[in-house]
Each structure stands twice: as structure tokens, then as C-alpha cells.
């Protein structure tokens, strides 16, 4: 198997030179792509990556383009790849039309492969194509490397993700198997009556985030002092990012090192968003993430993810009879006492037994 394993960087000053050129360099070549594939479409050709590569071919032997060949060769040909992926997906429902980069958006990347073993890591540093030796905080190590992402982030820090070889080794856990029920309050509750609260990251950073967005907007375009407030807003957004992900990969840890199945409801977390109340709440609590860190860490470790359907009514059933109770759909009813077997229900718990019962009948 293979994985991601990212680490800090810390190039020198021409290091950041020639990976911010880089940057642009493949920026621009994407956005050149993109235009000929659109004017072929609109043409009613259909150009492939062949066409787009021997383009680049033409822009190097240029002199206005010439620049082109001062940086890793290999990185404008993997933004072209992107491109033509970006098609396919297209093609296949499963993206929208690609659109042309800006040096203004939040991800800043290129991807160089590693050919004829030149990038390894020796010592603390990483030796990549063009850049030479690069000082990294590496964290753990890293069998053999396939490919290696550099990242800028808007805060001015860069970062290297390598994919690696990767041997994972099942765990032992206790062979328990479990319900969780996600929400906005409580990020999960599962079907043994534990809760795990929301620590609402974003909104505990609100109104700090707010303060210095409206002293963003004071300051005039192109100065540079936008530029540091432009900076200290990114550090704020950075943090949550950050503290976000700590927590998701913490609690997805403990679900899949304590169980050896856990079930989960397949909710669409895209529609569930067009319901403008709740969105924010939604996206910053990252349902989707946090499903998809239990998912890859289960196929490493050997554990069981088992999806219920969207549509099954996990918090309306009584888990101890089986009646269906209408009333329970408003969202405001937390508890609820049965009709017919009178047992008085915690709504999030609740729903958390019944989506461990479907999912273990439908396994």
C-alpha cells in the first residue's frame, strides 16, 4: 500500500525562490492547457494530453517562454496530468468543468516524481529535483518514496508530502463492535451512551477570525501592510485547520483501535449543506473527513466500517420495540418516551443502537 506522509520544510532564500517560480511555472502552464482545451471543445475537437504536452514542448523552444526551462520539468508535466484528470472526472460526473489558477488561491502545489532515485532523504534534509538538499522536520520514517508534493500555504510556510511504500500491521483491539451517531452539539454518540462534544473550533475563533477580517478590508490593496494583516488572517484560519485535524485523527484513532466493526449512517453531507441554517455548522464540524480517516485507517488496521442507508430512521425507531414514532423528525425532540413499550429514549443514543443493529443485519 501507499500513503501520504507530510513534513515541514525549511528551504533557504533561494530555495523559496525557485519553488515560488516553480509554482507560478506550472500555474501558468495549467491555465495554457486549460485555454487550448477549451477552444478545441468549442472547435468540436477533443484534445488529449499528448497535444497539450507537445504545446509545452513549443512554449520552451520560445523566447518569451524560455524562463519555463529553469524550472523541474517534470512538475509541468504532472500540472498538465491534473488537467487531463480534471477532464475525466468531468466527463464522468463526478466534477465540475475545470477552471483556470490564480496565484491568489488558498493551495499553492506541484508534484515532481521521483525517477531514478532522485529524491530520498539523507540525514535531515530531502533532496528534490532543481532544489537540491532541502532541510525537512521529518517525524517518522518513510519507506520508498513514489512521488513528493511541495506545499505553500497562505501563511508563507511550505511543506513536502511524499508518497510512500507503506506495510500496515493489523492491531489488536477488543472485537467490540459499535454504533456512532454524529451531530452539530455532539460531534458523536455511540451506542454504548458515550458522547464526544463538538469542540467548535471555528466559532471559538469567530469573533478574533472577524476583528482582524475588518481590519483586512481596511487596508489598501497592494500595500504591505494588507500583506501582514492578509497574513495574520491566515495564521487564525491555519489554527483551525490545524486543531481540527488533530481531533479527527485523535477520535478515529480510538474508534478503530477499541472496535473491530464500527457502523456508521451514509449521510449526504453535500445536500445536507444546501440547508443555509445549518451549513456552517455542518461544514466546520467535517463529517465527511472524519468518515473518510475512519475508513482508510480501518483498511489499514484490519477493522470493519459498516455504512446504513441515509434514508433508514435511526433516531425515530425504538431500538427496544421497534415503533416508529413521526414526531421524532423535529430536530428539537432530544428525548422521547415510546407509546408502546414506554421506554424513555435519549435521541442521539437512540438513533446510535439502531444504526449499530441495521448495519450489523446488513453486513
Given at each position: 500500500?501507499?500513503?501520504?506522509?507530510?513534513?515541514?520544510?525549511?528551504?533557504?532564500?533561494?530555495?523559496?525562490?525557485?519553488?515560488?517560480?516553480?509554482?507560478?511555472?506550472?500555474?501558468?502552464?495549467?491555465?495554457?492547457?486549460l485555454d487550448m482545451r477549451n477552444t478545441a471543445y468549442a472547435a468540436g475537437e477533443k484534445p488529449s494530453y499528448g497535444r497539450t504536452s507537445a504545446m509545452l514542448?513549443?512554449?520552451?523552444?520560445?523566447?518569451?517562454?524560455?524562463?519555463?526551462?529553469?524550472?523541474?520539468?517534470?512538475?509541468?508535466?504532472?500540472?498538465?496530468?491534473?488537467?487531463?484528470?480534471?477532464?475525466?472526472?468531468?466527463?464522468?460526473?463526478?466534477?465540475?468543468?475545470?477552471?483556470?489558477?490564480?496565484?491568489?488561491?488558498?493551495?499553492?502545489?506541484?508534484?515532481?516524481?521521483?525517477?531514478?532515485?532522485?529524491?530520498?532523504?539523507?540525514?535531515?534534509?530531502?533532496?528534490?529535483?532543481?532544489?537540491?538538499?532541502?532541510?525537512?522536520?521529518?517525524?517518522?520514517?518513510?519507506?520508498?518514496?513514489?512521488?513528493?508534493?511541495?506545499?505553500?500555504?497562505?501563511?508563507?510556510?511550505?511543506?513536502?508530502?511524499?508518497?510512500?511504500?507503506?506495510?500496515?500491521?493489523?492491531?489488536?483491539?477488543?472485537?467490540?463492535?459499535?454504533?456512532?451517531?454524529?451531530?452539530?452539539?455532539?460531534?458523536?454518540?455511540?451506542?454504548?451512551?458515550?458522547?464526544?462534544?463538538?469542540?467548535?473550533?471555528?466559532?471559538?475563533?469567530?469573533?478574533?477570525?472577524?476583528?482582524?477580517?475588518?481590519?483586512?478590508?481596511?487596508?489598501?490593496?497592494?500595500?504591505?501592510?494588507?500583506?501582514?494583516?492578509?497574513?495574520?488572517?491566515?495564521?487564525?484560519?491555519?489554527?483551525?485547520?490545524?486543531?481540527?485535524?488533530?481531533?479527527?485523527?485523535?477520535?478515529?484513532?480510538?474508534?478503530?483501535?477499541?472496535?473491530?466493526?464500527?457502523?456508521?449512517?451514509?449521510?449526504?453531507?453535500?445536500?445536507?449543506?444546501?440547508?443555509?441554517?445549518?451549513?456552517?455548522?455542518?461544514?466546520?464540524?467535517?463529517?465527511?473527513?472524519?468518515?473518510?480517516?475512519?475508513?482508510?485507517?480501518?483498511?489499514?488496521?484490519?477493522?470493519?466500517?459498516?455504512?446504513?442507508?441515509?434514508?433508514?430512521?435511526?433516531?425515530?425507531?425504538?431500538?427496544?420495540?421497534?415503533?416508529?414514532?413521526?414526531?421524532?423528525?423535529?430536530?428539537?425532540?432530544?428525548?422521547?418516551?415510546?407509546?408502546?413499550?414506554?421506554?424513555?429514549?435519549?435521541?442521539?443514543?437512540?438513533?446510535?443502537?439502531?444504526?449499530?443493529?441495521?448495519?450489523?443485519?446488513?453486513?
Open positions: 500500500m501507499q500513503k501520504g506522509v507530510k513534513f515541514r520544510a525549511y528551504p533557504n532564500k533561494e530555495q523559496k525562490d525557485l519553488i515560488n517560480r516553480t509554482l507560478g511555472c506550472c500555474r501558468l502552464v495549467y491555465n495554457k492547457g514542448t513549443g512554449l520552451k523552444k520560445t523566447e518569451a517562454f524560455s524562463f519555463l526551462k529553469e524550472v523541474d520539468s517534470i512538475a509541468l508535466q504532472q500540472s498538465l496530468r491534473d488537467l487531463d484528470r480534471a477532464f475525466v472526472n468531468m466527463f464522468q460526473k463526478r466534477a465540475k468543468h475545470p477552471v483556470f489558477k490564480s496565484k491568489h488561491d488558498t493551495r499553492q502545489s506541484y508534484r515532481t516524481l521521483n525517477q531514478g532515485d532522485n529524491i530520498r532523504i539523507v540525514g535531515k534534509y530531502l533532496k528534490l529535483p532543481k532544489l537540491g538538499y532541502v532541510r525537512v522536520k521529518q517525524s517518522m520514517e518513510v519507506g520508498h518514496i513514489h512521488n513528493v508534493t511541495v506545499e505553500r500555504t497562505p501563511t508563507g510556510k511550505y511543506f513536502v508530502v511524499l508518497n510512500v511504500d507503506f506495510e500496515p500491521e493489523p492491531r489488536p483491539n477488543a472485537g467490540h463492535t459499535i454504533g456512532i451517531d454524529v451531530g452539530i452539539r455532539e460531534f458523536f454518540t455511540d451506542s454504548n451512551g458515550r458522547s464526544v462534544q463538538n469542540p467548535k473550533y471555528l466559532e471559538q475563533s469567530q469573533r478574533k477570525l472577524a476583528r482582524e477580517q475588518r481590519k483586512l478590508s481596511h487596508r489598501q490593496k497592494g500595500s504591505n501592510n494588507r500583506n501582514r494583516q492578509r497574513i495574520r488572517v491566515a495564521r487564525i484560519h491555519e489554527k483551525v485547520v490545524n486543531q481540527r485535524n488533530d481531533f479527527l485523527q485523535k477520535q478515529s484513532t480510538m474508534l478503530v483501535s477499541e472496535n473491530q466493526t464500527v457502523c456508521i449512517e451514509d449521510l449526504h453531507v453535500k445536500g445536507m449543506t444546501r440547508n443555509h441554517r445549518l451549513a456552517k455548522s455542518i461544514t466546520s464540524v467535517s463529517w465527511s473527513k472524519f468518515f473518510a480517516m475512519l475508513e482508510y485507517k480501518a483498511s489499514w488496521y484490519g477493522c470493519r466500517i459498516i455504512r446504513v442507508p441515509t434514508m433508514y430512521p435511526s433516531s425515530q425507531t425504538c431500538s427496544c420495540c421497534g415503533y416508529r414514532n413521526p414526531l421524532v423528525k423535529n430536530l428539537a425532540v432530544r428525548t422521547w418516551e415510546c407509546p408502546v413499550c414506554h421506554a424513555i429514549h435519549d435521541r442521539n443514543e437512540n438513533a446510535a443502537v439502531n444504526i449499530l443493529r441495521k448495519g450489523l443485519a446488513t453486513a
